[in-house]
């Protein structure tokens, strides 16, 4: 009598289904990452050109736009320049992405479901919901992390001068100084515009997938591609008053001797910027996150493509 497999035995897919996700969503995120890598390289020396060392001194020439950009960088350094700094993105996208991904495969299966065939607006809404509770969990888990990279790339001191000698001792110093809530300094500032962002780029992904494809296996890659990138889009430029607040809340905390709070209080900088600026002020370089939606566009359908073919 010859052996006969079990096949009913569950996959390693089947039986962790989060660690799959987790997986599957921090690889779309790192190819993703790394094929707009360039474009990320070419906006950051074009928004940052006038802070740089050799142009402020006259040693180089301003780059004039983005093609000007773009070859000077590969005559001047190599091809491959066009790629600095990406191992160290990567560090903090993938893990990020993997965790706003795996949380919302967790709330989605937490909260009712709905057909969309049969009640569109009730599957949108918990679509929206399941996508700001990611963004939330996520920017939770990581966000100790962003706090003590950011102390200590600040320590700028060197020898014995500096206040941290690695990562880990200034973890240890932050937490005997200000104890575990320290870690979460400006959490509530953060959380606000990533919600929103993540509402949207995963809930009206979802709602228009729901909305126009009767079975998503079967339809064009480029068509999902187009509502991933309405979708973070869309989500780029609505959470974008809340970045615009939080970065002049931070930039304005940080400043020695800043006695007002018209721009260290969020609700204070909010009536500041409206009032002194209008309703423009806060989506100056608005434009910006058009170009850096592509990735998150990439990612949304990188991440579908591997899960049809793990669950097929």
Not at 233 to 259: C, E, H, I, L, W
Request: positive net charge; contains cysteine.
């Amino acid at each position: 009598m010859s052996y006969q497999p079990y096949h009913d035995e569950p996959t390693l897919v089947e039986e962790y289904p989060l660690l799959t996700s987790w997986r599957v969503a921090a690889g779309a995120a790192a190819c993703s990452r790394t094929f707009i890598a360039p474009t990320e390289r070419i906006r950051w020396l074009l928004t940052n050109q006038d802070h740089l060392p050799d142009i402020k001194s006259g040693k180089m020439n301003r780059y004039t736009g983005v093609w000007d950009c773009f070859s000077r960088v590969c005559k001047e350094e190599s091809f491959t320049a066009l790629w600095k700094g990406n191992l160290k993105s990567l560090a903090r996208y993938a893990p990020s992405q993997a965790f706003n991904f795996t949380f919302r495969e967790v709330f989605k299966s937490t909260l009712p479901q709905y057909n969309p065939k049969t009640n569109l607006w009730l599957y949108s809404q918990s679509s929206f919901v399941a996508g700001a509770l990611a963004g939330t969990a996520s920017l939770a888990v990581i966000y100790p992390i962003d706090v003590i990279n950011t102390k200590y790339s600040t320590d700028l001191s060197r020898g014995r001068d500096r206040m941290y000698k690695n990562p880990l001792s200034c973890l240890v110093q932050t937490l005997k100084r200000g104890g575990f809530g320290s870690l979460y300094s400006g959490f509530g500032n953060s959380v606000q515009g990533i919600a929103v962002y993540r509402a949207f780029y995963f809930g009206l992904y979802d709602t228009m997938k729901g909305r126009f494809f009767e079975d998503e296996r079967t339809e064009s890659v480029f068509w999902r591609w187009v509502m991933a990138q309405v979708s973070t889009t869309v989500a780029g430029v609505v959470s974008y008053p809340f970045d615009t607040v939080r970065r002049r809340v931070m930039a304005n905390t940080q400043k020695t001797g800043f006695q007002s709070e018209q721009l260290t209080n969020p609700w204070q900088c909010w009536k500041h910027i409206f009032r002194n600026e209008g309703f423009k002020g806060f989506f100056k370089g608005s434009f910006s996150t058009v170009l850096r939606g592509i990735g998150g566009a990439l990612v949304l359908v990188l991440y579908d493509e591997a899960r049809f073919m793990l669950y097929d």
